[in-house]
């Protein structure tokens, strides 16, 4: 109904602007014009009386699933380096000299002894592979979907009603271009 009553405002305020006429009434008259549209246009008729078939739609609510990719978290991959004593014995060679009595003469030895040199090499203690898999998991969801059912009732003399037969035969709507929002 709403559709019926903007529509009608625009038109109206289109013509008053053409006619040179305040806005304000056009907008007025065509919102009323448009109301008045909707309500004889959508009623409905009697099909003993005018021998015409009136037919009208029953739609269901559809499902529509959609998935995004959301960042749910990050993984953060480093070594670290932990440092530690060690204490390693090795063994060391050095000369000491050793001077006899006897003959007075002068000796000189040269004295040699080891040295500890330290050189550190890293060496592969282990290797990492790091990656990411896919895994695919399935989830279930649950939701209520609205259905129009048929519902219909003949009115007899004396103002009663009675259910007519639901298992009479209805056209549903197969157009796929028209507008299925409902509720």
Do not use: C, H
């Not at 739609?59 to 959301?70: A, D, M």
């Not at 060391?92 to 330290?118: C, F, H, N, T, W």
């Not at 003399?157 to 299925?180: C, H, L, S, Y």
């Amino acid at each position: 109904m709403i559709r019926y009553i903007v529509a009608g405002a625009i038109i109206g305020s289109l013509i008053t602007w053409v006619l040179n006429v305040p806005v304000e009434g056009g907008l007025i008259l065509g919102a009323a014009v448009g109301g008045m549209t909707y309500t004889f246009g959508n009623r409905k008729t009697n099909q003993e009386e005018d021998g015409q078939e009136t037919e009208m739609q029953l739609r269901e609510e559809e499902l529509e699933i959609n998935k995004e990719r959301e960042q749910t978290g990050e993984v953060d991959v480093r070594t670290d380096v932990i440092e530690e004593e060690k204490t390693i014995r090795i063994p060391v060679k050095r000369q000491e000299m050793v001077v006899e009595a006897g003959d007075e003469e002068e000796l000189r030895i040269p004295l040699k002894e080891e040295q500890i040199e330290i050189e550190k090499q890293p060496v592969k203690l282990n290797e990492v592979s790091v990656s990411k898999r896919q895994v695919q998991e399935v989830e279930q969801i649950e939701e209520t979907l609205k259905k129009e059912e048929l519902d219909v009732d003949v009115e007899e003399n004396e103002g009663e009603f009675r259910d007519k037969d639901p298992g009479a035969e209805i056209e549903g709507n197969t157009d796929p271009d028209q507008d299925n929002r409902f509720f």
